[in-house]
């Protein structure tokens, strides 16, 4: 069974920073592209990034690029996100999401699976 796992979300003042984690499991092979998505109340999910685990390219949306990195430990199976200088705008549940295909972009074609999101709340 295909597992996502995300961990460390929480709140942060802004200009802070916070790493979120995606440990996979069950996955049968490194194919697979990662993206993170994020919803905040009342607003549309959106692609924040996206990583190639077995090419290593990324995407990112151009509200977030320059301020997070994603970055992938296949020896670990776990996607990072590392946000920094974060801004309230950035408070919304963040999701990881996988699909066996390359990133569309920020995003992903047809999310096969999801993770069960983590709350990240950044404070003005």
């Known amino acids: 069974e295909v597992q996502l796992v995300e961990s460390g979300g929480g709140l942060v003042q802004a200009g802070g920073s916070l790493r979120l984690s995606c440990t996979a499991s069950?996955?049968?092979?490194?194919?697979?592209?990662i993206a993170w998505f994020r919803q905040a109340p009342g607003m549309q999910r959106e692609g924040v990034s996206c990583?190639?685990?077995?090419?290593?390219?990324?995407n990112y949306a151009s509200s977030v690029k320059g301020r997070f990195t994603v970055s992938s430990d296949n020896a670990k199976n776990t996607v990072y996100l590392q946000m920094t200088n974060l801004k309230p705008e950035d408070t919304a549940v963040y999701y990881c999401?996988?699909?066996?295909?390359?990133?569309?972009?920020?995003?992903?074609?047809?999310?096969?699976?999801w993770g069960q999101g983590t709350p990240v709340t950044v404070s003005s």
């Open positions: 999401a996988a699909e066996r295909a390359p990133c569309l972009g920020a995003s992903l074609r047809y999310v096969e699976h």
């Open positions: 069950g996955f049968p092979s490194d194919d697979y592209a």
């Open positions: 990583i190639s685990r077995s090419e290593g390219r990324t």
